[in-house]
């Protein structure tokens, strides 16, 4: 019984470790060190994707019932998908200089939001409104170098988004095609890290071909959207 307690909260230690990943992420992204800093943004997905199935393995909740896991998880999350990717939006220099801050700012209003929703994610396993996937957004905005207006536009109207409460696939849970869109994750993440390790000049061709991913994620969702009856509506 205590070997099991101490594994249960090694899982929460190892949740909350995201937490320093975030502050060093910090740090590097202050001394211009966008690609270790990527690097470690890429070691937060890792530990989120992979400390529930711990949590689940070792029965968590059962033996701290007393301890919000979920509420550790929210809070290292927004760290990493929110306050992380919003400093690098303006650290390197990707949005319009003059509005930048209030432009980068915007996310960390409306996740705010967005986490603290009941139903942030839905009983049927969807985020509602846009999910705070804000650091591949900036992941993309950096290695594409698309012009800082049509940044500050696509930050602007993510954020708005956060607040339509249209739902967005989780992946792990989806309802159909759930093999398969696990299998093209896993693809489209071996396809970032090869992209981090290319940087600061990855193959366009990589990049190109690496939105894909992103591109059938968006489709699926609004295509389970647009399958909703009226009344799955206003259940």
């Not at 393995?57 to 927004?78: A, C, H, Q």
């Not at 969807?126 to 804000?134: E, K, Q």
């Amino acid at each position: 019984m205590a070997g099991n307690l101490f594994l249960a909260w090694l899982v929460h230690l190892y949740t909350a470790s995201g937490a320093v990943i975030a502050f060093f992420a910090l740090l590097l992204i202050e001394q211009a060190k966008f690609q270790d800093a990527f690097w470690l943004m890429a070691l937060a997905v890792l530990i989120d994707a992979s400390d529930g199935t711990f949590a689940r393995m070792v029965r968590v909740k059962e033996l701290i019932p007393w301890f919000d896991g979920d509420r550790l998880e929210d809070i290292v999350d927004y760290l990493n998908y929110v306050l992380v990717p919003s400093l690098l939006l303006i650290r390197a220099d990707l949005l319009p200089q003059q509005d930048a801050s209030w432009i980068a700012a915007a996310p960390l209003v409306a996740s705010a939001y967005g986490f603290c929703q009941k139903e942030a994610k839905t009983p049927d396993h969807f985020f509602l409104g846009f999910p705070s996937y804000w650091n591949i957004v900036a992941f993309y905005l950096y290695v594409m170098q698309t012009p800082r207006w049509l940044n500050a536009f696509l930050i602007l109207i993510l954020s708005v988004l956060v607040f339509v409460p249209i739902r967005y696939l989780y992946p792990s849970r989806s309802p159909i095609l759930r093999g398969l869109t696990n299998s093209l994750g896993i693809l489209w993440g071996i396809t970032i890290l090869i992209m981090i390790y290319q940087l600061p000049d990855p193959k366009p061709s990589l990049v190109f071909a690496s939105l894909a991913f992103p591109a059938y994620y968006l489709t699926l969702s609004l295509w389970l959207e647009a399958r909703r009856g009226p009344a799955d509506i206003t259940k």
